[in-house]
């Protein structure tokens, strides 16, 4: 399976704690995209990354979270201080740059439940 | 403020009969418009890509109009199989870096047999 791949899948996190979620990208997409999504919604943007930079960032991105994407292949996303807001589906998504109707590959999401 | 509306919020079809699925927009400058089919706890999967010039555009049983001049789009699904129960959710491109999108808040479509 070449697609974009998340881990994990699902996780149940107490308030308070930190979670971290990975997304492996289809390998030659130099793109990343964070989206989180609630139920009956659709998805939100929360960042993006060209290779390792990060260039740009949502307000819906508060200072508990962070992303990273360190050799421009996989990323994370971390979450500190978790509240019961943050309970959502967290979607990874990448694509190739400088085609504008390059369409965007998603993967099945990490789906987090802070209790 | 780009927005991307859709109508209706959810819809009921029988097995085997057609729908349509509208889509508004205000965002500028267009770039393009893409429709995309999400199964319940799975990532949205691409149908459709469609640019200024395209005034449809077909894949399978899942046709796709676009016009851009009342900044409208729609999204028809011929004889529904109960495959098709899914969310719908149409997606605006604006000409920006980083291939900036606006995302719609989806119509959820379940076909009964």
């Known amino acids: 399976d070449t697609g974009v791949s998340q881990n994990p899948r699902h996780k149940i996190t107490k308030r308070g704690q930190n979670v971290t979620f990975r997304c492996d990208p289809i390998s030659e997409h130099n793109r990343l995209y964070w989206y989180r999504q609630t139920l009956g919604q659709g998805p939100e943007f929360l960042t993006y990354?060209?290779?390792?930079?990060?260039?740009?960032k949502s307000r819906l991105l508060s200072d508990r979270f962070s992303a990273e994407r360190p050799k421009g292949s996989f990323s994370t996303l971390e979450i500190q201080r978790t509240e019961q807001g943050d309970s959502a589906m967290y979607l990874c998504?990448?694509?190739?740059?400088?085609?504008?109707?390059?369409?965007?590959?998603f993967g099945n999401g990490t789906r987090l439940t802070v209790t | 403020k780009n927005q991307v509306e859709q109508s209706p919020q959810s819809l009921i079809i029988l097995e085997g009969k057609n729908c349509t699925l509208q889509?508004?927009?205000?965002?500028?400058?267009?770039?393009?418009l893409r429709w995309y089919k999400q199964d319940t706890g799975r990532g949205p999967v691409s149908l459709t890509i469609?640019?200024?010039?395209?005034n449809t555009k077909s894949n399978g049983r899942y046709t796709a109009t676009l016009d851009a001049d009342t900044k409208q789009s729609s999204l028809h699904i011929t004889a529904s199989q109960l495959s098709d129960s899914a969310s719908y959710i149409c997606?605006?491109?604006?000409?920006?870096?980083?291939?900036?999108?606006?995302f719609g808040g989806g119509t959820r479509v379940l076909v009964k047999p």
């Open positions: 990354f060209q290779n390792e930079a990060q260039l740009e």
């Open positions: 997606v605006v491109s604006a000409q920006a870096a980083g291939n900036k999108l606006t």
């Open positions: 889509c508004n927009y205000t965002v500028s400058p267009f770039s393009n």
């Open positions: 998504a990448s694509s190739l740059s400088g085609v504008p109707t390059s369409p965007l590959h």
């Open positions: 469609m640019t200024f010039s395209e």
